[in-house]
Nanobody, 119 residues
Framework: QVQLVESGGGLVQPGGSLTLSCAASTTRFAINGMGWYHQAPGKERALVAAITSGGTSTVADSVKGRFSITRDNAKNTITLQMNTLKPDDTGVYYC?????????????WGQGTQVTVSS
């Protein structure tokens, strides 16, 4: 079983920054794929960024240049650095994980953390 604990959401003004963190715990196998998804109000969940334990990563085109993802394998933690935030970045951000080396197909999900970008 995998447990994911997200932190770092909140209210920020347009142009501001936020850092989201997700800590994973597992009682069985190693967690190799981890990522962040964004669900805007009234829209489907969409991949923002993902990274494997080997360091391979991807970032959605819509946030490229503004968001970055990093990983600490020793702590099973990923961090999403969000800069130059826009109102469209508002929504719930979910952490996801997999035992597989995947950047898009995750089996375990966190509860989500709210990010609101507003003046």
């Amino acid at each position: 079983q995998v447990q994911l604990v997200e932190s770092g959401g909140g209210l920020v003004q347009p142009g501001g920054s936020l850092t989201l963190s997700c800590a994973a715990s597992t009682t069985r196998f190693a967690i190799n794929g981890m990522g962040w998804y964004h669900q805007a109000p009234g829209k489907e969940r969409a991949l923002v960024a993902a990274i494997t334990s080997g360091g391979t990563s991807t970032v959605a085109d819509s946030v490229k240049g503004r968001f970055s993802i990093t990983r600490d394998n020793a702590k099973n933690t990923i961090t999403l650095q969000m800069n130059t935030l826009k109102p469209d970045d508002t929504g719930v951000y979910y952490c996801a994980a997999s035992y597989d080396y995947t950047l898009s197909n995750f089996d375990f999900w966190g509860q989500g953390t709210q990010v609101t970008v507003s003046s």
